[in-house]
């Protein structure tokens, strides 16, 4: 049983209108800027074996429906909403669409990123902004491509599908900006995942490392932004900007979600109950629990818990 936060996810635009569909699979609308192409592809038909490459990386994001994604460096996998897929310059993606019909389109959105824009704000972060001693350079780990989208990481993709019917006369300069936030939080993304998946083989080499495998371990107690400093070596200001540049949420955010997690755990037990839920990860007001939940969940924990024990 799924029991982790899902992935933010995206308001979808419209769909073509049947007239205007050019074919039923990956019929395609795009739009350029100075540093990238934004295409949104749309299926409306069973298909399978479908190949797609482009010359640059590609960031890719599920609108609706689902694909079955075979990339090189990957067995075949699920590609649903509220999940992005990284794709590396000139991969092949071939794409299965099992479930496509006029009543259930499938619909993706794909950005190419100009190379020199990547490697722009590779190079602006690790000047101005460096990680951790104990994590490199930023970087894009081409090795991390199946990500589940954190809500910054869709609202910085949402902005972009949206400024091509925006009024504005500087859209290539708003694409830019919101390009060079998309790839920080992307790089912010996996930097977290990595953390979240190797925190007791990296809790010794590295704070944060150290501060999550704290936090997860003292999730029902009360826990401080000084005391957490303190496990990192760190003044309290300079933790709590260090935390959010590398990780990309505030501690206090980090801590939520992983209550939530819990809480999700709880809930999927027939013996609990949502109050159970609620003091058992950590919270300590029923109705603060459910405000925080949905606002997570997109559903209030009652309904999440029918859903799983009906």
């Given at each position: 049983?799924?029991?982790?936060?899902?992935?933010?996810?995206?308001?979808?635009?419209?769909?073509?209108?049947?007239?205007?569909?050019?074919?039923?699979?990956?019929?395609?609308?795009?739009?350029?800027?100075?540093?990238?192409?934004?295409?949104?592809?749309?299926?409306?038909?069973?298909?399978?074996?479908?190949?797609?490459?482009?010359?640059?990386?590609?960031?890719?994001?599920?609108?609706?429906?689902?694909?079955?994604?075979?990339?090189?460096?990957?067995?075949?996998?699920?590609?649903?909403?509220?999940?992005?897929?990284?794709?590396?310059?000139?991969?092949?993606?071939?794409?299965?669409?099992?479930?496509?019909?006029?009543?259930?389109?499938?619909?993706?959105?794909?950005?190419?990123?100009?190379?020199?824009?990547?490697?722009?704000?590779?190079?602006?972060?690790?000047?101005?902004?460096?990680?951790?001693?104990?994590?490199?350079?930023?970087?894009?780990?081409?090795?991390?491509?199946?990500?589940?989208?954190?809500?910054?990481?869709?609202?910085?993709?949402?902005?972009l599908i949206r400024i091509p019917s925006e009024p504005n006369l500087a859209k290539d300069m708003l694409a830019n900006v919101t390009l060079q936030e998309l790839l920080i939080r992307l790089l912010q993304t996996q930097a977290r995942t990595t953390l979240l998946e190797q925190t007791s083989t990296l809790q010794t080499r590295h704070r944060f490392a150290f501060v999550i495998q704290f936090i997860r371990e003292h999730l029902t107690e009360n826990l401080s932004?000084?005391?957490?400093?303190?496990?990192?070596?760190?003044?309290?200001?300079?933790?709590?900007?260090?935390?959010?540049?590398?990780?990309?949420?505030?501690?206090?955010?980090?801590?939520?979600?992983?209550?939530?997690?819990?809480?999700?755990?709880?809930?999927?037990?027939?013996?609990?109950?949502?109050?159970?839920?609620?003091?058992?990860?950590?919270?300590?007001?029923?109705?603060?629990?459910?405000?925080?939940?949905?606002?997570?969940?997109?559903?209030?924990?009652?309904?999440?818990?029918?859903?799983?024990?009906?």
């Amino acid at each position: 049983m799924d029991t982790v936060l899902k992935g933010a996810l995206l308001r979808p635009p419209a769909l073509t209108p049947e007239r205007d569909l050019k074919t039923l699979v990956e019929n395609r609308t795009v739009f350029t800027f100075n540093n990238c192409e934004l295409n949104i592809f749309e299926t409306h038909q069973s298909s399978e074996q479908v190949l797609l490459r482009f010359q640059g990386m590609v960031y890719t994001a599920m609108l609706r429906g689902k694909k079955v994604m075979y990339l090189p460096q990957a067995a075949p996998f699920e590609y649903l909403p509220g999940e992005s897929v990284l794709v590396p310059e000139a991969s092949p993606m071939v794409i299965d669409f099992p479930e496509s019909s006029p009543q259930n389109p499938t619909q993706c959105v794909a950005l190419e990123i100009d190379r020199q824009q990547i490697s722009n704000t590779l190079n602006l972060l690790n000047e101005k902004f460096p990680r951790l001693e104990e994590s490199g350079n930023w970087a894009v780990d081409s090795a991390q491509f199946h990500i589940r989208n954190s809500h910054e990481l869709a609202d910085a993709v949402g902005r972009l599908i949206r400024i091509p019917s925006e009024p504005n006369l500087a859209k290539d300069m708003l694409a830019n900006v919101t390009l060079q936030e998309l790839l920080i939080r992307l790089l912010q993304t996996q930097a977290r995942t990595t953390l979240l998946e190797q925190t007791s083989t990296l809790q010794t080499r590295h704070r944060f490392a150290f501060v999550i495998q704290f936090i997860r371990e003292h999730l029902t107690e009360n826990l401080s932004i000084q005391q957490l400093a303190r496990l990192a070596c760190m003044s309290k200001p300079h933790f709590f900007r260090r935390f959010k540049q590398e990780l990309g949420v505030s501690p206090l955010d980090f801590i939520l979600q992983e209550r939530i997690k819990l809480a999700k755990q709880v809930l999927s037990r027939p013996d609990t109950s949502v109050t159970d839920a609620c003091y058992h990860s950590g919270f300590n007001n029923l109705a603060y629990f459910t405000l925080q939940f949905k606002k997570y969940e997109g559903t209030t924990p009652s309904y999440f818990r029918k859903r799983l024990i009906p």
